[in-house]
Nanobody, 116 residues
Framework: QVQLVESGGGLVEPGGSLRLSCAASGFTFSWYAMDWYRQAPGKERERVATITRDGGSTIYLVSVKGRFTISRDNDKNTVYLQMNSLKREDTAVYYC?????????WGQGTQVTVSS
């Protein structure tokens, strides 16, 4: 079955960096675009970044553009989110996502807290 396992979250000071990873299994990873979403307390879940199946194209939420970078390694079935210049408003649970024939699959999420 489809499994997505996120890791790499934690507590970081404003201006710091974190790299999230999402290990995927149970489907042909290289066939699908991958997304990172986040959900802050009391807010709707929002899509942060998308990468095409070959990694050739990426899309970002306006508020993270220039600070976050999504990438993937199709040999390792893993998608990454490099987050630099973190701000307090980036605090959220970050989720990996894949849409397979209209079914959205989610990982368990990893908490990112930006605080001094």
């Amino acid at each position: 079955q489809v499994q997505l396992v996120e890791s790499g979250g934690g507590l970081v000071e404003p201006g710091g960096s974190l790299r999230l990873s999402c290990a995927a299994s149970g489907f042909t990873f290289s066939w699908y675009a991958m997304d990172w979403y986040r959900q802050a307390p009391g807010k709707e879940r929002e899509r942060v970044a998308t990468i095409t199946r070959d990694g050739g194209s990426t899309i970002y939420l306006v508020s993270v553009k220039g600070r976050f970078t999504i990438s993937r390694d199709n040999d390792k079935n893993t998608v990454y989110l490099q987050m630099n210049s973190l701000k307090r408003e980036d605090t959220a649970v970050y989720y990996c996502n894949v849409n397979i024939y209209g079914i959205m699959y989610w990982g368990q999420g990893t908490q990112v807290t930006v605080s001094s």
